[in-house]
């Protein structure tokens, strides 16, 4: 290998080393190791001349903050890198990816088709809010594959659906999503932020433009929101139109935290994805659980289709507790080191109770009916040590038996 000039980091494809060093200039500013925070919010041109370089298309630089920050595209150059995409957008949040993405992409007269399984807001936000605007809306049950292809019509723009899903932890067939989209020529979208790049590739599989919340896994510090968008460039660019106007930006400084996240991401998820599967093992055989869903258990309904499209299994568990809305509240109160909290992906681990959190607004009934029952748990690993994890879980539900 040659000893000076550029250095070619596309030689080196291993997956730490990429989230470490893809995307990014070897030369920075002031010979900064890190990328910079670029704290900004326009850019200054020396003269007409440069107007005129930028204008007629000569020279690539920044306008203003809204179209483009350098720490922003190191970020970008990245997280395409990671997906195996042409290109990636980066958004103030997962929803902000989610809602500007699909107004990008339909028009009025549109049809789109989107599996039940889906994270509550995007679900609400396809099926409500499109309406107002003539957009059509099919809400088909997640695995019914011959519905799925059955409910496309001859203005379908798309499918949208998440791998894995929350709670459950359903894994979407990505080989027969291609397969029935590809005959009918209609885009596909996968939520894959369970999953990360790491344990799940959707663009590998053929899928048109993947989402992630990096607030999760990817940012991994439970500080910061963000979301994403990756695949083709002609897509991913008529997203940025959208965007751009949009104007669901993230700033310099969060970039910089996700840029951050991602160094360690590889190593992070390696770690929860180890102990997801302890977690879940010490459950099944606990006596105060009744059924555990960890997609790498042989026990859930998607084990097979999850060994062959996925890396790993991810750090979310999720189980269904022996007895009442009242026991489900005496493991919370147990619980000394694991945090009661929506989200997860972070290094904290995080335990959050649906049926009282994100669906306290919902009726018993209807929330039955969505599978939310009264003692369903949602374990999100973080990196604490493992036997850690288990031990408070173990106090915690020994206490929930001594007390019935
Ligand atoms: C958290 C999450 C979102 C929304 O992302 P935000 O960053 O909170 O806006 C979307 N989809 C899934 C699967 C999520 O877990």
Redo the contacts with the bound molecule.
């Keep these: 290998m040659k000893k000076s000039g550029k250095k070619r980091i596309e030689l080196f494809d291993g997956f730490s080393t990429r989230s470490i060093h893809a995307g990014e200039e070897r030369n920075r500013y002031a010979d900064s190791l890190t990328t910079p925070i670029v704290q900004t919010s326009t850019y200054t041109f020396k003269d007409s001349r440069e107007i005129k370089e930028f204008t007629s298309k000569k020279k690539d630089r920044f306008e203003y903050g809204r179209y483009g920050n350098p720490t922003e595209k190191v970020a970008q150059q990245r997280l395409a890198d990671l997906e195996g995409a042409e290109d990636c957008l980066i958004f103030s949040?997962?929803?902000?990816a989610?809602t500007t993405t699909i107004l990008a992409l339909i028009r009025t007269g549109d049809h789109i088709i989107i599996t039940d399984d889906a994270?509550k807001?995007?679900l609400e936000f396809c099926n409500a809010y499109l309406a107002r605007f003539g957009v059509e809306c099919t809400v088909v049950p997640f695995g019914d594959y011959a519905l799925l292809e059955h409910s496309i019509q001859k203005n379908t723009r798309f499918i949208i659906s998440?791998s894995p899903t929350?709670p459950y932890l359903n894994i979407f067939d990505l080989e027969k999503l291609k397969k029935i989209a590809r005959k009918r020529d209609v885009l596909t979208i996968i939520?894959s932020?369970?999953a990360t790049p790491y344990n799940q590739r959707p663009i590998d599989f053929g899928v048109d433009l993947v989402?992630q919340?990096?607030?999760?896994y990817l940012a991994g510090h439970n500080d910061i929101?963000?979301?994403s968008i990756a695949g083709r460039n002609e897509l991913v660019e008529e997203v940025r139109k959208m965007h751009k106007g949009m104007g669901g930006l993230i700033d310099p400084h969060c970039c910089y935290l996700l840029l951050r996240g991602l160094k360690t991401f590889p190593l992070r998820i390696e770690r929860q994805n180890e102990s997801a599967m302890a977690i879940a093992r010490f459950l099944e055989k606990h006596p105060m659980i009744r059924k555990v869903y960890y997609p790498g258990l042989k026990s859930h309904c998607h084990h097979t289709i999850a060994r062959k499209q996925m890396r790993g299994y991810g750090g979310v568990v999720t189980f269904e507790m022996d007895g009442t809305l009242k026991t489900a509240n005496w493991f919370l109160d147990a619980l000394q080191l694991l945090y009661i909290a929506p989200?997860?992906g972070g290094v904290e681990s995080l335990i959050t109770h649906p049926a009282t959190v994100s669906y306290y607004d919902y009726s018993r009934k209807e929330r039955y009916s969505l599978g939310i029952t009264d003692t369903l748990i949602r374990l999100a690993a973080g990196v604490e040590d493992c036997d850690d994890i288990i031990n408070d879980l173990r106090q915690a539900l020994d206490y929930c038996k001594s007390r019935r």
């Design positions: 949040s997962g929803m902000s989610i994270y807001k995007t998440e929350n939520d932020t369970f989402m919340s990096c607030t999760k929101l963000a979301g989200s997860l």
